[in-house]
């Protein structure tokens, strides 16, 4: 299997993205990276036992759908892209792919999502798997927020899920109903 990476752009900076035949297998917002930085590649290339090769150009597709989700844009990227799930096992690719199903501008707790998972009781777990998603943004993991409805935490930025979480609202709130008639008029 080949592996080879590009970057996007981001209001939160550059994302690596990192492409198998299979589809995208990592889009990744490393602290503090750029894409000149020679440390971009390390972890994802110790997951895949591989080393990435360039592919200017391959996250073309990614960029537009990001501008879109960035401009308000009920996005889906499960829907949208091939995700290659296999830095994801067991129960934390379970839990991920039922964060996939929240609706666009709303939220779940992690209890939800893990009875969604089909394992009541694991919020715990799907907490883990939200944290280590190797599908940052692409995975709506920021949707996943705690039984009292706090957002809690995302990484080590906090600010970057209520950022996402307060894009999504105020989108959802200014988006005309399927029907095209707003509530009141």
Excluded at 124 to 134: D, L, M, Q, S
Aim: glycine share 10%.
């Amino acid at each position: 299997m080949s592996f080879r990476y590009d970057f996007a752009d981001t209001p939160f900076g550059d994302a690596l993205l990192v492409f198998s035949d299979d589809g995208l297998v990592a889009f990744d917002l490393p602290e503090g990276m750029h894409r000149d930085s020679p440390w971009a590649l390390e972890a994802i290339s110790r997951m895949l036992h591989a080393l990435p090769e360039p592919d200017p150009g391959a996250g073309e597709e990614i960029d537009e759908l990001l501008r879109a989700y960035f401009d308000g844009e009920p996005i889906r990227f499960d829907q949208e892209l091939r995700l290659d799930w296999r830095l994801a096992n067991g129960f934390s690719r379970t839990a991920l792919q039922a964060v996939c199903e929240i609706p666009w501008g709303e939220t779940a707790s992690y209890g939800e999502v893990a009875a969604l998972a089909g394992s009541p009781g694991a919020a715990r777990a799907v907490g883990t798997a939200c944290r280590t998603t190797p599908f940052s943004i692409v995975v709506p993991v920021h949707r996943v927020v705690r039984a009292d409805g706090s957002p809690g935490q995302y990484g080590a930025h906090p600010e970057r899920k209520q950022y996402l979480l307060e894009l999504e609202s105020d989108a959802a709130a200014h988006r005309p109903p399927a029907d095209g008639v707003r509530p009141g008029v």
